[in-house]
């Protein structure tokens, strides 16, 4: 990771040697479209992995990682970073359920839920 970089003012971090890719969000809707469902099972870094699959599903870097439907804590920001570095976000602030975001705004989705996996962490 630490001989990576980026090729551009704006571009994405990309390690070095590594052939991975970022997808656009139609492409990630494309292959969730071909599941019914995506269970994530393991600690909190996995936790944060349906967070950001989530969050990509909204296409919402700002508030696509936190229940825009609750109140955040008094005092707390659970937006951008929020809910992947303040334990204050944990469980009821943070979006690592796409049926919780389907059922209070799906408006806010851009992958269309009849045709895309429910991602889930337990």
Same mark, same amino acid.
């Given at each position: 990771? =630490? =001989?990576?970089?980026?090729?551009? &003012?704006?571009? $994405? /971090?990309?390690?070095?040697?590594?052939?991975?890719?970022?997808?656009?969000?139609?492409?990630? +809707?494309?292959?969730?479209?071909? &599941?019914?469902?995506? @269970?994530?099972?393991?600690? =909190?870094?996995?936790?944060?992995?349906?967070?950001?699959? !989530?969050?990509?599903?909204?296409?919402?870097? /700002? !508030?696509?990682?936190?229940? %825009?439907?609750?109140?955040?804590?008094?005092?707390?920001? +659970?937006?951008? =970073?929020?809910? &992947? @570095?303040?334990?204050?976000?944990?469980?009821?602030?943070?979006?690592?359920?796409?049926?919780?975001? /389907?059922? !209070?705004? $799906?408006?806010?989705? /851009?992958?269309? &839920?009849?045709? %895309?996996?429910?991602?889930? +962490?337990?």
């Amino acid at each position: 990771m =630490s =001989s990576g970089g980026r090729v551009g &003012f704006d571009a $994405p /971090y990309s390690p070095r040697g590594c052939d991975m890719r970022w997808f656009r969000p139609d492409e990630m +809707c494309e292959i969730l479209s071909r &599941f019914s469902k995506v @269970q994530i099972i393991g600690d =909190s870094l996995m936790r944060n992995l349906a967070v950001a699959m !989530n969050l990509l599903m909204r296409t919402d870097l /700002y !508030n696509g990682g936190r229940t %825009t439907w609750v109140e955040d804590p008094k005092g707390v920001d +659970c937006t951008c =970073s929020g809910p &992947f @570095q303040n334990r204050a976000c944990d469980v009821w602030h943070i979006t690592a359920n796409t049926e919780l975001v /389907y059922e !209070n705004d $799906p408006g806010s989705l /851009y992958c269309p &839920f009849e045709d %895309t996996a429910i991602v889930n +962490c337990k």
